[in-house]
Structure formats: C-alpha cells, structure tokens
C-alpha cells in the first residue's frame, strides 16, 4: 500500500523533469525487493516477475520505478508532441534541442496493460516458478486470487504461501533436483518413499493423512459446523477458530451430527459424513462429506 500511494507517486512526480538514469532506477527496485525479503514479504528465491503482476492476476501488485518512470517521460513527450497549445507548440523545438523529450510516444493504458502481460508471460513460463499458473489456469476465475486482493494476511504468512506456490522452498526434491547438493535425497523426509515437493508435502504424505491432514479438514468443517450452531440457536464460541463441535446437537428444530456413523438399511462404504443435518420438518436433509 504504501509503495503504491506515497513511494511511487513521489518518484512520478519528477518523471520526465530529472534526468533519472537506468542504474538508477533499477537500483531503487532491487532496494524494494531487499526491503521486501528482509521483512519476511518476500522469499529470497521468489519469483522477481510475480511481484509485478496485478493482484487479479495472481501477482504480488508492486509497481517497477523503472516502468513507472520510463512510462511518465513516454507519457510526457506524447502530450507535448501531440499538443495544440500554442506556448507549447512554441517551446517544441528547445525541448527538442536541449534533449529534455527523450520519450517515445506511447498510450498509458496501452503501455501498462502490454508491459504487465509481458511479466505475466515470463512468470507462467518459467519451468519451476511458472508450475502452479500453468495448473490452475484451466480451471481459475477472478475468485480464485481474491484472497490476494483483499490482502486479509499478515506479510508474512503471504510471503510463505506464495513461496509454496513458486516453489521456491527448499524441499529435498528441490535441495536434490535443483541445487545440486552433494549426498541428498529427493525422497520426503518423512515416508521415505516418494520426491518431497511442495505437494507432496500439503497433500500426498502417507505419514501426515491422520494427523495434520485430518486436522487441516476438520477445522474447515468446524467452521462449517460453527455457522450452523448460529443459524438454527446452538451454543457456540464467539470465533469460528475457537469453535469445538459437539457430536450431537439437537433442539426442536434440527438435529446437527458431527463426525456420527449413519446406520442404514444397505451397506454403505462411506457412512461416517463430518457434518449430518436432519430438519424434522418434512424437508430435505442436508449432507456434509
């Protein structure tokens, strides 16, 4: 936020008057992105182009002072080139000679949008950084990077989640594969028996599926179950993340069941739902697996 609203907009302001030179300008984003890193904002071996990609898109939103600059003195030399003013189109020529309309004339808009799609590109081809784009695009809409756009999260726990996504952290697989060091393994820490990548690690492990796996599922459906004991007058927490589900709950109007083995008159393989809810008014009931 700050970067967007005070940083940058002083850097602009300039844009086109000071004769800013490229090391220059690509000088204050590497101090950005050490800033960025040093706060935990960023990890170290994070994607670079990510980080100018919109929020909407998947990217961390950060505006290049580079860009922005180079963008403005465009801008500018368009507006003095295509400008009836007659104290301008008088002064034309100084600037002309003296050097200060060194920009190319361009469309803002236009110049932003392709320069962004631009990064986007680079970003979802790179082989190990571009791995997650490339999967859920097929399947992405805007809702899909929402949680980028509201920006609820601490720096750091976005930091660490879009590591995860970039593959950035150094897993086995990643130690083995990509940097070469000498003696390791490739294989999960823990099983021992498959490539320890950041999927692996969120999903495949045989060693985590009772343990921080179930628990990582039941608190999504206590959440579940927290909203319900709201909706229908059971007791609860006054935090969904403080919430403990009761196995049985009932009252006049529903019976709510958590995590309850349903008897039936067939052989069911998957009796056991996490959440049961049984209105005892002739509607249907409504299951939760």
């Not at 990217?59 to 009836?84: D, H, M, P, Y």
């Amino acid at each position: 936020w700050y970067q967007r609203r005070v940083a940058v907009p002083l850097v602009r302001y300039g844009a086109g008057i000071l004769n800013w030179t490229a090391q220059e300008l690509r000088s204050l984003d590497t101090k950005t992105r050490k800033l960025l890193r040093i706060n935990g904002a960023h990890h170290p071996q994070g994607d670079v182009d990510r980080l100018y990609v919109s929020r909407q898109l998947g990217g961390r939103g950060l505006q290049s002072i580079e860009e922005v600059v180079r963008r403005e003195e465009n801008a500018l030399t368009t507006f003095v080139k295509n400008s009836s003013d007659p104290e301008i189109v008088r002064l034309k020529e100084f600037f002309v000679e003296d050097k200060i309309l060194l920009g190319e004339e361009i469309d803002k808009e236009i110049d932003s949008l392709q320069r962004e799609e631009q990064r986007r590109q680079r970003w979802t081809g790179k082989v190990l950084h571009g791995q997650f784009p490339r999967q859920v695009q097929p399947m992405a809409d805007p809702d899909s990077w929402s949680w980028m756009v509201e920006q609820d999260l601490k720096k750091e726990t976005e930091g660490l989640l879009i590591a995860a996504q970039d593959q950035a952290l150094r897993t086995n697989y990643i130690k083995h594969k990509i940097d070469k060091v000498p003696g390791s393994s490739p294989l999960c820490r823990l099983c021992r028996s498959h490539n320890e990548t950041t999927d692996h690690i969120l999903n495949g492990c045989p060693k985590l599926s009772q343990t921080d796996y179930k628990a990582r599922h039941d608190k999504v459906s206590a959440a579940v179950h927290w909203s319900l004991c709201k909706e229908y007058g059971f007791d609860h927490s006054s935090k969904w993340y403080e919430h403990r589900a009761e196995k049985v709950l009932e009252n006049d109007s529903v019976k709510l069941l958590w995590d309850f083995h349903v008897q039936s008159d067939h052989v069911i393989e998957h009796c056991r739902p996490d959440l049961l809810l049984v209105k005892k008014k002739k509607v249907p009931t409504a299951t939760l697996r």
